[in-house]
């Protein structure tokens, strides 16, 4: 259980770090965008042979597929509430000062919502997918610990995508206003929930049947699928441009290679 703990703080570690920077530095958005990809082509590796392989492998086609369309409605669903709360603060607020609202910005009604307040919060959205990727990929280390397997392999893989995932995390959340506690402190949580889950997979689901893993390891794969298609990918080529492709063919080459050691 030692091990345990130790492999899962190793690998949350670099989400309390990516956070540090995110916070405290301030990027180029071209920076931003190039590290957003590399972490979305390293997401890919993890959704497509990590996850949503080890899915079909332990549990079947049925399984694999029940879990991957349920993880993707969930992430939608979220990121929809998501776009909705950013329009919603965008807005002038409460009826008593429209007015006066009205008297000063009136220069600014025909401006057009930024891609803030219409597609959300990318920071947010980035965490939502590290969490949802990041409990079922730590089970599967702590499982890989009771296995004989070791979970060096894994734990690198984890380590290198979860960190510049982080570190965007948080430059975007500073970017849209939120506190340095609020962005270090979720991120935090998010570190103690994932090394908790390296824990669990070590002790009580070690000798649990393929089939009870197979459907949060699916779940996993079609929210982080989900997260490419709606906000992370978009997100990078916003502010990146064509070239963030050759970024996220590297986090896809790199987490891919990982993946095979």
Known sequence: MADAVVFGAIASSALVLGALLGAWLELPKRVLAAMLAFAAGALITALAFELFEESYERGGIWRAVAGLAAGAVVFTVLSARLDAAARAGSSTGPEDEGSEKLDVDSAAIDKPPTSASTRGAAGLALLAAVTLDGVPENLALGISLTEGTGGLALLAAIFVSNFPESLVGSAS?????????????????????????????????????????????????????????????????????????????????????????
Not at 182 to 193: D, K, N, Q, R
Not at 199 to 220: K, N, Y
């Open 173 to 261: 959340m500073r970017a849209q206003g939120r506190s340095l506690g609020f962005v270090l402190g979720t991120w935090s949580i998010c570190a103690v929930l994932l090394t908790a889950a390296v824990v669990v997979g070590a002790g009580p689901l070690a000798s649990t049947s393929g089939e009870t893993i197979s459907l949060p390891l699916a779940f996993a794969a079609g929210a982080v699928l989900a997260s490419l298609a709606d906000t992370l990918m978009p997100e990078a080529y916003e502010h990146g441009g064509p070239a963030v492709a050759l970024s996220t063919a590297a986090g896809f080459l790199l987490s891919f290679v990982l993946s095979l050691a």
